[in-house]
């Protein structure tokens, strides 16, 4: 197939206009991929929509276009937006594609090196703050409203908009039917409320069936799940490390609606599904995607995803984003050897002998 991006692909169901720019990056049209191995041990059909394939890594492609280009149609030259570092790294991208510039504003020493390296190449104006992801948004938000600069975070609905293709390639990529559970990591919370949007969108045009959505915060940054604003959240997903999610009531509505379920993962069983997804299945996602790894896990054990269900986990982003976090926090020792090619293979022919 000859794929050209998201704004071409699903037009009938974006809102586009003639006068919209027909920006791209070919984001989109990202692999859903079957993990035999994990769906033995758990009991399920296990998929993983791996949306770290698209352009610049992340989902965050998808809400980038649409919002990058509506605010080209509307006469804009600047985008602004807050992040963890996924946003900006896509701002930036559209931003440089579209001729426009882009400003983000970052937690200083919470963005995965990945992340900044982006940024930093992609020609943003990068501000640093002593703040979270939180105080960055507000102050966003407040400057967007004084300066003529357009607010690219997802509480632009074009973000949103973008971002439900991601339900509609699911549906077509398991045959024109939903899952019957979405597993998804919620930060901002504005990905879990785009994908029931667009769930519900394609069922009503074509009766496709609705999935329960099941979201995950970091426990340190579990607002939704505590029903109260955390304050100073804390997680090694640095992506979700949010305390007062934008879109919390749209989430609040997708759990609902779907008769599903916003939940909460440790550190520790994040970094174990980043760990094992990659050694069992091949796919190295950031940490923060693995919220739905680790959620898909607990919540079988738990007994409320049941057996023998088709689970579709998002895997919102790439595991090279971060690797401080692959290296510091799971301790892997790589063996050094002499450059001795007798040593190396004795080596290697006990490791494969084990
Ligand atoms: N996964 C990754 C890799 C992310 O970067 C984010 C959010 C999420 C999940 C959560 O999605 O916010 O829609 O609930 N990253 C934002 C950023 C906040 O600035 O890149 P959400």
Redesign the pocket.
């Known amino acids: 197939m000859n794929w050209t991006g998201l704004i071409n692909h699903f037009e009938e169901y974006l809102p586009v206009t003639s006068k919209t720019p027909r920006l791209t990056l070919h984001e989109g049209n990202t692999p859903l991929i079957h993990f035999p191995h994990l769906s033995e041990e758990l009991g399920i059909e296990l998929y993983g929509k791996v949306e770290g394939a698209n352009p610049t890594g ?1 989902f ?1 492609d998808r809400g980038m276009v649409m919002a990058v280009a509506k605010a080209k149609e509307d006469g804009s030259s600047t985008v602004i937006c ?7 790294a896509a701002a930036a991208a559209y931003a440089a594609k579209a001729g426009m510039n882009a400003i983000i504003v970052i937690p200083k020493g919470k963005v995965a090196l990945g992340k900044l390296a982006q940024a930093i190449m992609l020609g943003a104006e990068i501000v640093e703050i002593d703040g979270n ?1 939180d105080d960055a948004l507000r102050i966003v938000k407040n400057v967007s409203e004084k300066l003529p600069i357009t607010l690219v975070n ?1 509480v632009n609905p074009y973000r949103l908009e973008g971002q439900k293709t991601a339900a509609f390639e699911i549906i077509e990529q398991l045959g024109g039917k939903a899952p019957d559970y979405l597993c998804i ?8 409320s785009a994908y029931w949007k667009g769930f519900k969108e394609f069922n009503d045009a074509k009766q496709t069936g609705l999935p329960k959505m099941f979201g995950f915060e970091a426990e340190g940054a579990a607002a939704i799940v505590q029903d109260r604003i955390i304050a100073e959240p804390e997680t090694v997903a640095t ?2 490390r ?1 305390g007062n ?1 934008a879109s919390w009531k749209l989430a609040v509505a997708a759990r609902d609606e779907s008769n599903g379920r916003i939940g909460s993962v440790s550190d520790d069983e994040i970094l174990a599904a980043h760990k094992l997804l990659p050694a069992r299945e091949g796919i190295f996602a ?1 940490p ?2 693995c919220a739905s790894i680790a959620g898909v896990i607990q919540q079988v054990k738990e007994g409320t995803i049941a057996k023998g269900s088709k689970v579709v986990a998002v895997l ?2 790439n595991g090279l984003k971060d690797p401080e976090t692959a290296v510091n926090h799971l301790k892997v020792d790589p063996v050094s050897l002499p450059n001795d090619e007798k040593i190396i293979s004795d080596y290697i022919e006990k490791a494969v002998t084990a």
């Open positions: 992340s965050k807050a992040s963890t570092g996924n946003t900006s992801f997802s990591p919620v930060g901002n919370a504005g990905n879990i992506a979700i949010i999610p950031e923060g995607s919102t982003g």
